[in-house]
């Protein structure tokens, strides 16, 4: 009867084997039509974008524009490392200038723009000009009809990085909080906003809980997360009847809705990218200007004051040196791990040993005085040991109190 019952277990445990293996497997089928559904769509945006830029250059013809007359638009990517506008010099010398800018038109400042398109060609320009390149003053330009506030620039710079590999996780994670903060209704009371912080800033720590809280609802009821990945390619009316048949509240309900116009995952953007928010902003110029790899900034993201028992100009001074190792060394994430573990453990140690000292010098303290023989003292001493004992009293008094 045993072997029979342990036969039966096997049988057992092979079948939930295999139907684990199969889930596993069609997970890993969803993800990749994801993936190739995503690249098709950065296609087919790039390619919408470049016929877009001969449309322009056949009704209008280009341009040549100053590069001093040419600003930055307030678009989602904000990393333009060394690294890649390098890489643009030598393009510009070895090939020239490839593509023309998208400008658009700065309404309040004739014959001044602003970038639709061509940020890392127009900042190579400005670096060649500075190493006395003279012919890179101005450059090719088409002008841009499509004239709108930061927000619209934001929307259309977003939509066409977005899952390019120019936009990293911190670039990703800033842009979407933005666009959500912008386009859903979040009720901010004054108590939420914390001091100094603006009513945006107390909307973008709103949004953060809510998206991870959403995301645990999610993990927890398999059949919804199914749904959820099921529905992105459905209409604004489908996917709303949806949501609300999933009992999700307004507020959620708009959020995932700006989530699945911009083709984001939510519990991928809520593991991968959100955490970058949080990040101080020494990491963030590393990341930005320094190419620190954002899966490297994350673990170094624990290095925080608290954790570390230092001040915050400390807690800089210890992950800048930390950088510098991850950069030098090329260490990978899991290097970089344990080379974050190695740091608060050691400044873990120097945190235990004050604790021990004190925690000696409070035991000697009471067995002493457990072991006063008070009776044999003389009178001027008891009365002398008696005014230090009431002035530590007080002390201890004040201290209780606080």
């Known amino acids: 009867m045993a072997k029979r ?20 497997h069609d997970t890993i089928q969803n ?34 524009v100053p590069i001093s007359h040419i600003v930055p638009s307030d678009q989602c990517r904000k990393t333009f490392t060394e690294a890649v506008i390098l890489k643009r010099v030598e393009s510009l010398r070895r090939e020239g200038q490839l593509d023309s800018l998208i400008l658009i038109p700065l309404i309040d400042q004739p014959n001044r723009y602003q970038l639709e ?60 909080i933005r666009e959500l903060n912008w386009s859903v209704d979040l009720e901010i009371d004054e108590a939420e906003i914390e001091a100094g ?24 009821n398999e059949a919804a997360h199914y749904i959820l990945q099921q529905i992105d390619r459905a209409t604004r009316e489908e996917q709303q009847l949806t949501l609300e048949q999933l009992e999700l509240n307004p507020l959620q309900i708009e959020i995932i809705l700006v989530l699945l116009d911009f083709q984001i995952e939510l519990h991928s953007f809520v593991a991968n990218d959100l955490a970058m928010i949080s990040l101080p902003d020494d990491l963030k110029q590393a990341v930005r200007q320094r190419d620190l790899p954002c899966h490297q900034a994350k673990a170094l993201g624990k290095l925080t004051a608290k954790k570390l028992n ?5 807690a800089i001074e210890i992950r800048t040196k930390a950088v510098e190792r991850v950069l030098s060394d090329a260490l990978s994430v899991r290097d970089t791990r344990k080379l974050v573990a190695e740091i608060l453990s050691q400044h873990e140690g120097e945190k235990s040993k004050p604790k021990e000292k004190t925690s000696e010098q409070y035991q000697q303290v ?33 201290l209780l109190e606080n």
């Open 197 to 220: 912080q603006s009513r945006f800033e107390a909307g973008v720590v709103k949004l953060k809980k809510i998206l991870r809280n959403l995301d645990y609802q999610f993990r927890k």
């Open 31 to 64: 993800l990749r039509q994801q993936l190739d559904l995503t690249q098709k769509e950065v296609e087919k945006r790039e390619q919408l974008l470049n016929e877009f830029r001969s449309q322009l250059e056949q009704r209008n013809g280009k341009i040549l």
């Open 366 to 398: 009471k067995q002493s005085l457990s072991k006063l023989a008070v009776k044999q003292l003389k009178s001027t001493q008891l009365k002398s040991l008696k005014k230090e004992m009431e002035k530590k009293l007080e002390e201890i008094d004040s």
């Open 117 to 176: 398109d061509g940020e890392v060609t127009w900042r190579a320009a400005k670096y060649l000009v500075e190493a006395g390149e003279g012919k890179w003053q101005s450059l090719e330009a088409v002008i841009s009809p499509l004239v709108g506030d930061s927000r619209d620039i934001h929307r259309r710079s977003l939509l066409h990085h977005l899952h390019s590999e120019s936009l990293n996780s911190l670039d990703r994670a800033e842009s979407i």
């Open 5 to 24: 019952h342990s036969v039966a277990n096997l049988i057992e445990e092979d079948f939930d084997s295999a139907l684990a293996a199969k889930k596993r």
């Open 310 to 314: 230092k001040d915050e100009s400390e």
